[in-house]
């Protein structure tokens, strides 16, 4: 009966270290984690704010862009608007050369 009481003891003394080492194990992996955690917290902040910047460098981008269109198609309607004009001017002077011929001749 006493070797089964010491094989017991013993037993329990190497449970209770095996449990001590799974509780360091347990520590190790939370710290770990908590470390982890902390170092994707940062890179994810990082990536957050140069998304912003992205999209800020994009947005002005896109405004420049908008304003040049929409000068340059203004001026475009313009010119092509005037340039019919001039087309339909000089298409009735060439109808009626012999009228404006004419009337010029008076001055």
Do not use: P
Not at 29 to 46: E, F, G, R, V
Not at 82 to 97: A, D, S, T
Request: net charge neutral.
């Amino acid at each position: 009966m006493v070797t089964s009481v010491v094989t017991s003891e013993t037993k329990i003394a190497v449970l209770e270290t095996k449990v001590e080492a799974i509780r360091e194990d347990i520590h190790d992996i939370k710290d770990s984690m908590n470390s982890t955690t902390a170092q994707l917290k940062t890179q994810l902040d990082t990536m957050y704010n140069a998304s912003c910047q992205q999209h800020e460098a994009l947005a002005t981008e896109i405004k420049s862009l908008k304003k040049f269109r929409d000068r340059w198609g203004w001026t475009l309607i313009t010119v092509l608007g005037l340039g019919g004009w001039m087309l339909l001017v000089l298409g009735w002077v060439i109808q009626n050369w012999q009228f404006v011929k004419k009337v010029l001749d008076l001055y």
